[in-house]
């Protein structure tokens, strides 16, 4: 099997439609018992309030920072691109998480709210007084620094499940491969049947190992378009797509674009995704 380079999928899921879209974006990374935590902020440019969005594996949670009206969005992992309606001219904060970490929630698990959104502000009148609180804050270190004190605590689980064990293990082959691993492949390395692994992912995560690893190997892809000058048909090579055409249709299906216009999008706008 063929590896890749790149830096690890976990590490740096790619939105490019929110950082090209939007305006003052800002990203930082943390680590929270050894895992790493993705938080971004921007606000909504005045011209849109729709902002296209790509699989990536994971869940965010989007606080809306406007004083008068500050609530809160968990958005489940989606499985083809799309785009999601936020405030115009209002800043946003966000938290993502990992599989790893979802499935530890103390509220919804990952498998309930993938493809949907649930609205937060409706859960207590906890989650209302922490929405404030984050709007009325001024900068995102502000923010994050409230978020891992106030709220991590409050809706992630310390213990892990053996089941759990299992699809963490899966979860990393799957990320160090850039989502090239097979199923076969992927069975032999957790030392459990392909069946198995089919049953937990599906139980725990609500897709199919092997659409996650479509997911993660669409994101490796991106990765390579936006952060290198190979040219399409060598990012599909590398991916160990069967063909081209393949590989055309994984990128349509998950970004709404070809490659070649997501890398004139990112040109234009001279974005670059973060290392």
Sequence with gaps: MQKTSIVTFNQSPIQYGIKMNATNYVEKHAHINGQSMWYYQFTVAGQ???????????????????????????????????????????????????????????????????????????????????????ANLHTIEERIAYFEQSVLPRILKTEY????????????????????????????????????LRLLFEEHLGISPKLFSRIIRFQTSLAFLLGSNTNVSEVAIQQNYFDQSHFLKDFREFSLFTPQQVRKMSEARQFQPAQ
């Design 48 to 134: 849109t309030d729709e902002l296209p969005i790509v699989p990536d594996g994971c869940l965010s949670v989007f606080y809306c920072c406007n004083p008068c009206s500050p609530h809160a969005i968990l958005y489940g992992s989606i499985l083809r691109g799309t785009t999601i309606r936020l405030e115009p001219n209002t800043l946003y904060f966000c938290a993502r998480f990992t599989p790893v970490q979802s499935m530890n929630f103390h509220i919804l698990s990952f498998r309930e709210i993938v493809n949907t959104q649930v609205s937060l502000i409706d859960t207590s009148k906890e989650c209302v007084d922490i929405c404030s609180i984050i």
């Design 161 to 196: 499940r053996s089941t759990s064990q299992v699809i963490n293990h899966a979860l990393q082959c799957i990320y160090r491969s850039g989502g090239g691993i097979t199923i076969k492949e992927l069975s032999g390395e957790v030392g459990y049947s392909a069946r198995y």
